[in-house]
């Protein structure tokens, strides 16, 4: 499956988590645990963290930061080492002016720089538990002491922000060959530290339980399998409450086993003790489903997080109407996994309320994020259609924001975004994929969620962001702001910047 494998290797992974006992709070502004663990003291802490405890708060002032990957970036005459940029928030909200570049100078630990692409996969927590959030990168490394694969890296966070240099975490035990998939990072054991789960391509994967030293030593590992169902590996993954006991549960997007074009997803309920057996969650016609993200959170307020699953992957024009050009699928959570009494849905652009038509290559669902943005509580989707074509102009992109509320979510509502947008910057230009990643963020602490739009292929793979503001109606137009990593000093040249965005 060359395709499938050439995704892995460079796509984005938009996973999105809500960590347990989160559901209540603003959707993805997870609240860190209380009872912080002993913690290492940080070389850079000047001052203390503030009481928020924000997931995603790497300076610990209160306001949310947001990480963004260039994985193709040139450090040292190597193409492909990869870089890494913060934009951190504030009462202003992110601008290019706040910000810090990381490209990881020594690479100790690895021995090739050259396509090590750091900044590929990005997730945040507090993994040491000493109230500033902390990076969690998955690149691609051949380590000095011979592994080969996939390894996990962490930037610490402090006062001044992230660490500069990058601790590589104790490997995954087993196979290190291409063996892991996608990551997130949420509290699956109850005890209200942050773990992270990472996708075995071939068995399921693993927990690294938290805390995390400054060393890069877990607590303890255990793994998970979704052995005896159809899976045969595992794409992408989320946590987040979908049962609604307050432990983070486990959300894994695989391919099938018999037909490798068949997706499946499993829901498998954390607890004290470990994972429950997987249950697979299908649509209103029994039919499994799967896609090229997935996030988690509580979209109608009931106190059971929501799967929200992209379906931005499209092997052919043979897909049904409800998946035509690409779709999000959502599962509404309930006590053993699916609701009993709020059926999933599909929504694509054929769906009523929905701008656009579904076009077979549209990829709609590609990338996904959750937010409140209109602030009214009711977290909402932010999706992109990176292949979506804008006035004949071929895979120019476009973004799609559904609203939450206590009837779920539908295509009522809904807002489209593009660089042909009056107020966005730019022009929609073939190739620019706009949409391949997105974040939302309450950046500027005033209650609503920011959004920020990736596209990395634009300007020749130079790549850009996009910073759109809120307003009571949620993500505005106007008073969008865009630039590229020269901008800020990132290293130029066809990086990809914005191929990612912690979430
Ligand atoms: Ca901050
Ligand atoms: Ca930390
Ligand atoms: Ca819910
Ligand atoms: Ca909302």
Same mark, same amino acid.
């Given at each position: 499956?060359?395709?499938?494998?050439?995704?892995?290797?460079?796509?984005?992974?938009?996973?999105?988590?809500?960590?347990?006992?989160?559901?209540?709070?603003? *959707?993805?502004?997870?609240?860190?645990?209380?009872?912080?663990?002993?913690?290492?003291?940080?070389?850079? *802490?000047?001052?203390?963290?503030?009481?928020?405890?924000?997931?995603?708060? !790497?300076?610990?002032?209160?306001?949310?930061?947001?990480?963004?990957?260039?994985?193709?970036?040139?450090?040292?005459? #190597?193409?492909?080492?990869?870089?890494?940029?913060?934009? !951190?928030?504030?009462?202003?909200?992110?601008?290019?002016?706040?910000?810090?570049?990381?490209? &990881?100078?020594?690479?100790?630990? @690895?021995?090739?720089?050259?396509?090590a692409?750091?900044?590929?996969?990005?997730?945040?927590?507090?993994?040491?538990?000493?109230?500033?959030?902390?990076?969690?990168s998955?690149? &691609?490394?051949?380590?000095?002491?011979?592994?080969?694969?996939? =390894?996990?890296?962490?930037?610490?966070?402090?006062?001044? /922000?992230?660490?500069?240099?990058?601790? @590589?975490?104790?490997?995954?035990p087993?196979?290190?060959?291409?063996?892991?998939?996608?990551?997130?990072?949420?509290?699956?054991?109850?005890?209200?530290?942050?773990?992270?789960?990472?996708?075995?391509?071939?068995?399921?994967? %693993? =927990?690294?339980?938290?805390?995390?030293?400054?060393?890069?030593?877990?607590?303890? =590992?255990s793994?998970?399998? =979704?052995?005896?169902?159809?899976?045969?590996?595992?794409?992408?993954?989320?946590?987040?409450?979908?049962?609604?006991?307050?432990?983070?549960?486990?959300? @894994?997007? /695989?391919f +099938?086993?018999?037909?490798?074009?068949q997706?499946?997803?499993?829901?498998?309920? +954390?607890?004290?003790?470990?994972?429950?057996?997987?249950?697979? @969650?299908?649509?209103?016609?029994?039919?499994?489903?799967? $896609?090229?993200?997935?996030?988690?959170?509580?979209?109608?307020?009931?106190?059971?997080?929501?799967?929200?699953?992209?379906?931005?992957?499209? &092997?052919? +024009?043979?897909?049904?109407?409800?998946?035509?050009?690409?779709?999000?699928?959502?599962?509404?959570?309930?006590?053993e996994?699916?609701?009993?009494?709020?059926?999933?849905? &599909?929504?694509?652009?054929?769906?009523? $309320?929905?701008?656009?038509t579904?076009?077979? %290559?549209?990829?709609?669902?590609?990338s996904?994020?959750? $937010?409140?943005?209109?602030?009214?509580?009711?977290?909402?989707?932010?999706?992109?259609l990176? %292949?979506?074509?804008?006035?004949?102009?071929?895979? *120019?992109?476009?973004?799609?924001?559904?609203?939450?509320?206590?009837?779920?979510?539908?295509?009522?509502?809904?807002?489209? !975004?593009?660089?042909?947008?009056?107020?966005?910057?730019?022009?929609?230009?073939?190739?620019?994929?706009?949409?391949?990643?997105?974040?939302?963020?309450?950046?500027?602490?005033?209650?609503?969620?920011?959004?920020?739009?990736?596209?990395?292929t634009?300007?020749?793979?130079? $790549?850009a962001?996009?910073?759109?503001?809120?307003? *009571?109606?949620?993500?505005?137009?106007?008073? #969008?702001? #865009?630039?590229?990593?020269?901008?800020? +000093?990132?290293?130029?040249?066809?990086?990809? !910047?914005?191929?990612?965005?912690?979430?």
């Amino acid at each position: 499956m060359p395709v499938l494998s050439q995704r892995r290797r460079l796509a984005i992974a938009t996973g999105i988590a809500l960590v347990a006992g989160a559901v209540a709070a603003p *959707a993805g502004h997870a609240a860190a645990p209380s009872s912080a663990p002993a913690a290492q003291p940080s070389a850079q *802490a000047a001052s203390a963290p503030s009481s928020k405890r924000l997931r995603d708060d !790497f300076n610990g002032d209160g306001y949310p930061d947001v990480a963004v990957g260039a994985p193709m970036a040139t450090v040292g005459g #190597s193409e492909g080492a990869g870089a890494v940029s913060v934009l !951190f928030g504030g009462p202003g909200g992110l601008s290019s002016a706040r910000k810090q570049v990381l490209t &990881w100078p020594d690479r100790s630990g @690895i021995n090739n720089p050259g396509d090590a692409r750091y900044g590929m996969t990005l997730r945040s927590a507090d993994l040491d538990g000493d109230g500033y959030a902390d990076l969690v990168s998955r690149l &691609w490394g051949t380590t000095t002491d011979g592994d080969q694969g996939t =390894v996990l890296a962490v930037n610490w966070g402090g006062a001044s /922000g992230l660490s500069k240099n990058v601790t @590589i975490l104790k490997p995954v035990p087993g196979d290190q060959r291409d063996a892991t998939g996608d990551l997130d990072v949420g509290d699956v054991d109850g005890d209200g530290i942050p773990d992270i789960a990472v996708g075995d391509v071939r068995r399921g994967g %693993h =927990v690294l339980h938290g805390p995390v030293s400054r060393t890069g030593e877990w607590s303890r =590992v255990s793994s998970f399998t =979704v052995d005896g169902t159809a899976v045969l590996d595992t794409s992408e993954i989320a946590v987040g409450d979908v049962t609604g006991d307050g432990v983070g549960d486990l959300v @894994i997007l /695989g391919f +099938g086993r018999d037909d490798p074009w068949q997706q499946h997803t499993y829901l498998l309920k +954390g607890s004290r003790t470990g994972f429950a057996a997987p249950v697979e @969650i299908k649509d209103a016609d029994g039919v499994g489903v799967g $896609g090229t993200a997935v996030g988690i959170a509580d979209l109608d307020k009931d106190g059971r997080g929501d799967i929200v699953i992209g379906r931005g992957s499209e &092997w052919s +024009g043979q897909d049904t109407p409800v998946k035509k050009g690409g779709a999000l699928f959502i599962s509404y959570g309930g006590p053993e996994g699916q609701s009993t009494t709020r059926k999933p849905v &599909w929504i694509n652009q054929d769906t009523e $309320g929905v701008s656009g038509t579904a076009e077979f %290559h549209d990829r709609m669902g590609y990338s996904l994020a959750l $937010g409140d943005t209109d602030g009214d509580g009711y977290p909402d989707i932010a999706t992109g259609l990176p %292949h979506e074509k804008i006035n004949g102009i071929a895979d *120019a992109g476009r973004v799609l924001v559904f609203k939450g509320g206590p009837k779920g979510v539908s295509g009522a509502g809904s807002k489209e !975004f593009g660089q042909y947008t009056a107020g966005v910057p730019g022009a929609a230009e073939a190739g620019d994929q706009f949409g391949q990643a997105l974040a939302l963020g309450d950046y500027d602490g005033k209650g609503r969620t920011e959004m920020v739009v990736g596209a990395p292929t634009e300007n020749s793979s130079r $790549g850009a962001l996009w910073i759109f503001g809120t307003d *009571a109606t949620g993500v505005i137009a106007k008073g #969008s702001v #865009s630039f590229g990593a020269a901008t800020i +000093g990132a290293p130029t040249g066809p990086s990809r !910047f914005g191929e990612t965005l912690t979430d």
